[in-house]
């Protein structure tokens, strides 16, 4: 049984960090590609950040580029996204995804910038 669970968010003045944490269950992270997503209040759902199975290859949402990093721990069986630089614009929802077989959505944790 598939399961991912993110934690890690809370609330950050503009220009704080948070890292982001999405444990995985049911299957091994090192072998599927595994994303970031976040959707703001009246917002789509935008994708973030992923990590392709094979642990170099990663692509970011351009609003995020520079200042966010998604990574893995194996031993672990967790992903991670470390977020810098944080923006009143960064706050919203944020969901740890994957894809196998069809696409599995953790419960969502909240990120609030303000001051």
């Known amino acids: 049984q598939v399961q991912l669970v993110e934690s890690g968010g809370g609330l950050v003045q503009p220009g704080g960090s948070l890292r982001l944490s999405c444990a995985a269950s049911?299957?091994?992270?090192?072998?599927?590609?595994v994303s970031w997503y976040r959707q703001a209040p009246e917002k789509e759902r935008e994708l973030v950040a992923g990590?392709?199975?094979?642990?170099?290859?990663?692509n970011y949402g351009d609003s995020v580029k520079g200042r966010f990093t998604i990574s893995r721990d194996n031993a672990k069986n967790t992903v991670y996204l470390q977020m810098n630089s944080l923006k009143p614009e960064d706050t919203a929802v944020y969901y740890c995804?994957?894809?196998?077989?069809?696409?599995?959505w953790g419960q969502g944790t909240q990120v609030t910038v303000s001051s």
């Open positions: 995804s994957a894809v196998i077989g069809r696409r599995y």
């Open positions: 049911g299957f091994i992270v090192s072998t599927f590609p």
């Open positions: 990590i392709f199975a094979n642990g170099e290859t990663r």
